[in-house]
């Protein structure tokens, strides 16, 4: 079968199928505009992620010589030791966090546990707005955050000094209120910032956006093709069986005399359908019809091959030649005859095939 015409049959058989895709589609993104409306995280949520927590000197040994002074007191010989404390601030929500936010009267305030914080600074941040709008103010032994705007996974690090037990490591502890936020959590995290599945599948500027696009649409053919083939496939597979049986049960059941010439109409059906044997019965019922029809395909043979006239491409394209294709096989089947002069259907035959059409009505075939 060539291209043309398995085209040709393939999007008259894929009418079905592309209905199931088109109601997939719309339960996902349905599903999609539920989730977004309804179950999406739309708040900010402040998150306090621990990067690190060492110590600035590991001492494994006891020395007597050995003297570690801060603030001129040998905190060696005290047993306390300084350790670098390093956290992320981060809005992990899924709205922006707004200066009106803040709470003026709970500020966001960290500080220590089994430890002393000795000094705060901020040492990173994810925009140019944050390097400069970020701040820290001492507050005894803690320090606040100012109360800056936090897009969606926007961040700024905070490096603490600690001073502590060498048996102890200190804990960072936060304070304050955010509105809509019942609690900030404090996490122990890697370095890289996690990103979320959807900011991986949609993140990048408008170039890398048009760079994606080729791979969109190659991709959502390549998901169609694989919905829509495998399903048109079964379909047609289900609607020969199914056409198969209606024939069987027609030769069955009728008590007209089946010839080998009536394998001409069933077949037509198990191929098209009933269409296709309705309309080879009006092919036939007005004589002079046929008659121009049969004449014009006498006509075609004197100007090209039959095997190249009619193959299966030109078929497809030229609905003129696959009704000559019709009365070709109709002529060589013994469906026709040609009488006192005159082409016209056997009339046993055109009763076997008028027969067949209304039982195919009867039982409402497709």
Not at 69 to 93: E, F, H, M, P, W
Not at 268 to 291: E, S
């Amino acid at each position: 079968m060539g291209i043309l015409a398995w085209s040709s049959k393939f999007e008259q058989r894929i009418v079905f199928p592309w209905q199931i895709v088109s109601l997939l589609l719309a339960m996902i993104f349905g599903a999609i505009t539920i989730y977004t409306e309804f179950f999406r995280d739309q708040s900010p949520r402040l998150q306090i992620e621990v990067l690190s927590n060492a110590p600035v000197l590991d001492v494994r040994e006891k020395l007597p010589d050995l003297e570690v002074l801060y603030q001129a007191q040998d905190i060696a010989k005290s047993g306390k030791t300084l350790s670098v404390v390093i956290a992320r601030i981060a809005n992990r929500g899924g709205a922006d966090l707004l200066s009106t936010f803040y709470d003026q009267k709970a500020p966001i305030s960290l500080g220590l546990s089994d430890g002393t914080l000795v000094r705060a600074d901020i040492t990173e941040a994810s925009n140019d707005y944050l390097r400069t709008a970020a701040g820290l103010t001492r507050d005894g032994d803690s320090v606040n955050l100012n109360p800056v705007i936090l897009e969606t996974n926007e961040w700024f690090t905070v490096k603490i000094l600690a001073l502590h037990d060498v048996e102890k490591q200190p804990k960072i502890t936060v304070s304050g209120k955010i509105a809509g936020q019942h609690a900030i959590a404090i996490v122990t995290t890697d370095i890289e910032p996690k990103v979320g599945f959807w900011h991986s599948v949609v993140g990048g500027g408008l170039w890398v956006q048009l760079a994606r696009v080729p791979i969109y649409v190659f991709g959502f053919t390549l998901l169609a093709a694989g919905l829509t083939i495998p399903a048109a496939l079964i379909t047609d597979e289900i609607t020969a069986r199914k056409r198969r049986n209606l024939l069987e049960k027609f030769k069955n059941k009728t008590r007209m005399d089946i010839q080998p010439a009536d394998d001409f109409v069933f077949e037509a059906f198990a191929r098209d359908g009933p269409k296709t044997v309705q309309r080879i019965i009006n092919m036939v019922a007005d004589p002079d019809r046929l008659k121009r029809r049969i004449e014009s395909y006498l006509a075609s043979q004197k100007d090209q091959d039959d095997t190249e006239a009619y193959s299966a491409d030109i078929l497809a394209e030229y609905p003129a030649n696959y009704r000559r294709r019709e009365i070709k096989e109709m002529m060589d089947r013994g469906f026709i005859e040609h009488e006192n002069d005159q082409w016209r259907a056997v009339p046993d035959r055109l009763k076997v095939a008028t027969a067949f059409v209304e039982y195919l009505d009867l039982v409402g075939a497709t």
